[in-house]
């Protein structure tokens, strides 16, 4: 149940509600209320509401929505009364309907292949040939067509804000009825440097990037934007950034968390933005 209590969210949790959201990174707590439709998702490692909240607020001047024929997920920061403790955490939408399911890539393509995935694409001898069989295969076993653009744009997606959490069990379409749509691009929490106990916040922005490596082939993140962009094209349009709007937005995000974190925070995704900006549009 959900109710507003003290100028926050207030939610009570029955123990079999809890989803614990398994990544290569760790759990990151989430809940799901059926009567809002919504996801509720805590803060683990550092600043990943805010993370969510302002990446889908960028997204919104891209030409995702208006060129393609993919969609995102929306998030909004907020805090939490959660077993006694006031939380920091993102609210979105369920985007399936009661009918649909979310399937991973990862199932997906080991439920055809009758062994893991990983196993095949470890077996192939470049990059180039790994990411032709996951946007090729799963375009052919699921009539999406457009599905190798749709990886491209979430390696361009996660290359620009960093996001190193994009296994295979974070690539997804939606399955009703033994038909596929495209899922929405989600799940950027682990941008930007957010998750703090893995990227010191008293280490320089520029060293901690230099150091990333995008997933789900662990390379650098340009080389794999890179090397999806020379098969299928780019697809990712942004405007350049005005910073003086993102510090607009920023401020208020940034009221969430310590006062003493807030202007490191700030500085680290400021310093994000322009590195990752120039390797990508400039």
């Given at each position: 149940?959900?109710?507003?209590e ?44 805010l ?33 006694g ?70 390696f ?71 090397t ?55």
């Open positions: 149940m959900v109710g507003g003290s100028g926050f969210m207030s939610i009570k949790l029955v123990s079999n509600e809890k989803i614990a959201e398994t990544s290569s990174k760790g759990n990151q707590e989430k809940w799901f209320e059926k009567d809002s439709n919504k996801w509720y998702k805590l803060d683990q490692f550092g600043y990943e509401a993370t969510e909240t302002l990446i889908s607020i960028l997204l919104e001047k891209s030409n995702i929505e208006s060129d393609t024929p993919f969609t995102f997920v929306r998030y909004t920061i907020d805090k939490f009364h959660i077993r403790l006031i939380r920091t955490g993102c609210i979105s939408y369920n985007f399936l309907q009661p009918s649909q399911s979310l399937i991973t890539v990862n199932r997906l393509l080991t439920s055809h292949l009758g062994y893991p995935l990983a196993q095949k694409l470890k077996r192939l001898t470049s990059d180039k040939k790994r990411i032709t069989y996951l946007a090729e295969a799963t375009a052919d076993y699921t009539g999406l067509t457009d599905f190798p653009r749709y990886l491209t744009l979430l361009e997606i996660d290359s620009l804000f960093c996001n190193d959490d994009r296994h295979l069990n974070n690539i997804a379409v939606i399955e009703q009825s033994g038909k596929y749509s495209y899922c929405p691009i989600f799940d950027n929490a682990a941008g930007l440097l957010s998750n703090t106990q893995l990227s010191g916040m008293d280490i320089e922005p520029k060293a901690l990037i230099s150091v990333l490596l995008a997933r789900p082939f662990n390379k650098t993140f340009t080389r794999q934007m890179n999806a962009r020379s098969l299928y094209n780019n697809q990712l349009v942004l405007p350049a950034p005005d910073y003086g709007e993102i510090k607009s937005i920023m401020q208020p995000l940034l009221e969430f968390y310590a006062n003493r974190d807030r202007g490191i925070i700030y500085n680290r995704v400021i310093k994000c933005l322009k590195l990752r900006y120039k390797a990508l549009f400039l």
